[in-house]
C-alpha cells in the first residue's frame, strides 16, 4: 500500500466511528418509534466537546491525561492492521493479531488507570468491571481467530480475510459462522454494549465503561468517546471483513461494499439493543463463557 493509501485508511478510522455511532442511534430511536437525534448527531457532540475547556481534579496526575490520549492512539495503531476495503491491511506482518488484541488491552489498561487516578469509588468499580469483563472476553477473541488460523494457515489478519472468502464460506461455512457468533459477543462485550453495558445510562452502580468518565470534560472526553467510537469501528471492521465477502472488482466497489457492511452491522447491533434487556453482572460471564464455548467447538469441528 501507497503511504497516500494508509493515510486515507486512517484518516477514515478517525472519521467514520461517529456516522457508525449514530447508525446505532437512528436504528433503536426508530425501534422505539421515536424520530431520534439526526445521524450526524455524534459528529456535532464530538466538535462541542473539542471547544470547550477542561475542568481537572486536585487528585488527577499525568495518567488521567494520558488515558484519553492513549486510548485514540491505540485504536488508530489498531485500525492500521486491519484491512478495511483494501485487499491488505497498510501494517501485516506474522503474529499481527496478537498485537492487535493487546492494543486495544493497553488502551484499556490506560482507561482504567485514568479512573482509578480520580480517587473516585464508583469510576474504581467501574474500572474493576471493564478489566474483569476483558478477561473473560479475550479468551473469546483468540479462539475465534485461532479457527481462521487453522482454516487460513495464516497468523496474519490480512491472511485471515483473503479474497476468497466465499471460497472459506463453502469449505468450513460452520465453523466460521461459529466463530463470527462469538467476535460479535465480544464486539458487544468489549464495547460496553448492550446486552453488557447500557451506554446511554447514567445510573453508577450500572455503567461500565460511562462511570469511567464522570470525571472527564471538554476535550478530553471527547478523546475518550472518539477512542471508544473507533475501538467499536475497527472490531466490526475485522468482523465484517470475516463474515462479508467483498466483491471482485474495481477498488471503489470494494470500499462501497465495506461501507454499506459496516453501516448494515449498525443497523444489528441497534436491534440487538433495541429488543434486549442489559443482563444482570452475574450472567455476563455465563454468555462470554458461551462465547468462548462457540470458537472451541469451531475448532473441534476442523480439527476432527
Known amino acids: 500500500m501507497t503511504p497516500l ?17 449514530g447508525v446505532i442511534q437512528r436504528t433503536k430511536a426508530r425501534m422505539a418509534g421515536r424520530r431520534g437525534a439526526p445521524l450526524l448527531q455524534p459528529y456535532y457532540d464530538l466538535a462541542k466537546l473539542f471547544s470547550k475547556g477542561i475542568v481537572l481534579s486536585r487528585t488527577t ?18 485500525s492500521l492492521l486491519v484491512p478495511f476495503g483494501e485487499k491488505a491491511a497498510p501494517v501485516s506482518f506474522a503474529g499481527d493479531l496478537v498485537l492487535f488484541a493487546y492494543l486495544f488491552g493497553l488502551g484499556r489498561f490506560f482507561t482504567v488507570a ?8 464508583f469510576e474504581g468499580m467501574g474500572g474493576a468491571r471493564e478489566a474483569t469483563f476483558s478477561a473473560l ?11 481462521l ?19 472459506l464460506w463453502a469449505t ?44 472527564h470534560s471538554g476535550p478530553l472526553l471527547g478523546l475518550a468517546l472518539l477512542g471508544a467510537a473507533q475501538k467499536l469501528l475497527v472490531q466490526s471492521a475485522l468482523l465484517v471483513r470475516i463474515a462479508v465477502p ?58 476432527r
Open 137 to 147: 472476553a479475550e479468551p473469546a477473541l483468540f479462539l475465534s481467530l485461532l479457527v
Open 114 to 121: 485514568a479512573a482509578l487516578d480520580t480517587g473516585s469509588s
Open 246 to 303: 467483498l466483491p471482485d472488482g474495481p477498488e471503489p466497489l470494494r470500499w462501497a461494499a465495506f461501507l454499506a457492511a459496516i453501516l448494515a452491522l449498525g443497523v444489528v447491533i441497534g436491534l440487538v439493543e433495541s429488543t434486549m434487556a442489559r443482563l444482570r453482572l452475574r450472567q455476563v460471564p455465563m454468555l462470554l463463557i458461551a462465547a468462548s464455548l462457540l470458537s472451541a467447538f469451531g475448532m473441534v469441528l476442523l480439527v
Open 149 to 167: 488460523v487453522i482454516v487460513r494457515q495464516s497468523f496474519s489478519l490480512s491472511g485471515l480475510v483473503g479474497e476468497d472468502q466465499s471460497a
Open 61 to 78: 496526575t499525568w495518567v488521567f491525561l494520558a488515558g484519553p490520549v492513549v486510548a485514540v492512539a491505540t485504536a488508530s495503531l489498531a
Open 172 to 215: 468450513a461455512g460452520v465453523p466460521v459462522a461459529l466463530a463470527c457468533l462469538s467476535l460479535f459477543v465480544v464486539l458487544l462485550a468489549e464495547n460496553s454494549r448492550i446486552p453488557f453495558d447500557d451506554p446511554t445510562t447514567h445510573l453508577e452502580l450500572t455503567m461500565i465503561h460511562e462511570v469511567m468518565l464522570l470525571d
Open 5 to 21: 493509501g494508509a493515510i486515507a485508511h486512517l484518516a477514515l478510522a478517525v472519521l467514520l466511528p461517529p456516522l457508525l455511532l
